[in-house]
Nanobody
Framework: QVQLVESGGGLVQPGGSLRLSCAAS????????MSWYRQAPGKERELVAT????????NYADSVKGRFTISRDNAKNTVNLQMNSLKPEDTAVYYC??????????????WGQGTQVTVSS
């Protein structure tokens, strides 16, 4: 039973920071690359950041590069997203997931409840 529980969202002013966390269970977390996704109203869910299971290599969407940092703690089965210099266009519901799990459950995938990030003055 896969579980993905996101937390840490909230309301923040432009230029502010938030740290999101995702607690994962129901699969061998350390064996999976993990990603953060977001979905803004009226838009498709988009990939924000990824961190691999083995090397810890990271990559980011161009829109967040230099502002967001993804990290993971395999001992705690958590993946985090430090978000700095937030912009109104970062407003979205943020989700974590494992691309490998998404692929193996195609055409459907499990998604957690997400955590709302609202950037507004």
């Amino acid at each position: 039973q896969v579980q993905l529980v996101e937390s840490g969202g909230g309301l923040v002013q432009p230029g502010g920071s938030l740290r999101l966390s995702c607690a994962a269970s129901g699969f061998t977390f350390s064996s999976y690359t993990m990603s953060w996704y977001r979905q803004a109203p009226g838009k498709e869910r988009e990939l924000v950041a990824t961190i691999t299971n083995a090397s810890g290599r990271t990559n980011y969407a161009d829109s967040v590069k230099g502002r967001f940092t993804i990290s993971r703690d395999n001992a705690k089965n958590t993946v985090n997203l430090q978000m700095n210099s937030l912009k109104p266009e970062d407003t979205a519901v943020y989700y974590c997931n494992a691309p490998g799990l998404i692929a193996t459950t195609r055409p459907f995938a499990y998604w957690g409840q997400g955590t709302q990030v609202t950037v507004s003055s």
